[in-house]
């Protein structure tokens, strides 16, 4: 099982931006599909964005697409999810999680294809 630390929550004002991270401590995490989710208080965990192995293939839920990006560097093993015009709605727990399938339009956003998760981080919007 891969370990996944997410990276780069905190507190932003409405209509900002945060990047997070997600990195595979002892592994790398090319091998691996990557999904975004969150968990607001007194909702269930939802998905946000899902990218493939190779980069070429990406998802995203309606709520956030034209506003959030996920990309992969293979340099560093890293998958982002850039999080821009940060809405009221959007405070949770971001968690990152790592799929040995592919996703699909269908499945992307099915939290049991994922066999890894983070421990997630804290996102905040408030004035």
């Known amino acids: 099982q891969v370990q996944l630390v997410e990276s780069g929550g905190g507190l932003v004002q409405p209509g900002g931006s945060l990047r997070l991270s997600c990195t595979a401590a002892g592994f790398e995490l090319d091998a691996y599909s990557v999904g975004w989710f969150r968990k607001a208080p007194g909702k269930g965990r939802e998905g946000i964005s899902s990218?493939?192995?190779?980069?070429?293939?990406?998802y995203y839920a309606d709520f956030v697409k034209g506003r959030f990006n996920i990309s992969r560097d293979i340099a560093t093993s890293t998958v982002y999810l850039q999080m821009n015009n940060l809405k009221p709605d959007d405070p949770a727990i971001y968690y990152c999680?790592?799929?040995?399938?592919?996703?699909?339009?269908?499945?992307?956003?099915?939290?049991?294809?994922?066999?890894?998760w983070g421990q997630g981080t804290q996102v905040t919007v408030s004035s």
């Open positions: 990218i493939s192995k190779s980069a070429g293939r990406t």
């Open positions: 999680a790592a799929r040995t399938s592919l996703p699909g339009a269908s499945t992307w956003w099915d939290e049991g294809k994922y066999e890894s």
